[in-house]
């Protein structure tokens, strides 16, 4: 049996923090911007930081686990 739980937490997260795809936190003159598809430096630190800590919390707190085969 395979634990995919770690690739798919990562891969779901990858997609939705992408900076400038879904939001933009900080944007260029305001705090959030939502599908603006620019990014930057800080945009790219912060989102950075928020997907470490969300997959910290997703796979060591709550020990996601998915298990095929």
């Known amino acids: 049996m395979a634990d995919w739980g770690s690739v798919l937490i990562a891969v779901v997260l990858f997609v ?5 795809l879904l939001f933009q ?7 959030i911007e939502f599908g603006n598809m620019r990014t930057s430096g800080a945009s790219i630190l912060v989102h950075a930081i ?19 085969g």
């Open 50 to 68: 928020i997907y470490f800590g969300l997959i910290t919390i997703f796979l060591i707190v709550i020990g996601v686990h998915v298990y095929t």
């Open 25 to 31: 936190i900080p944007a260029g003159g305001r705090v």
């Open 16 to 20: 939705l923090l992408t900076p400038g």
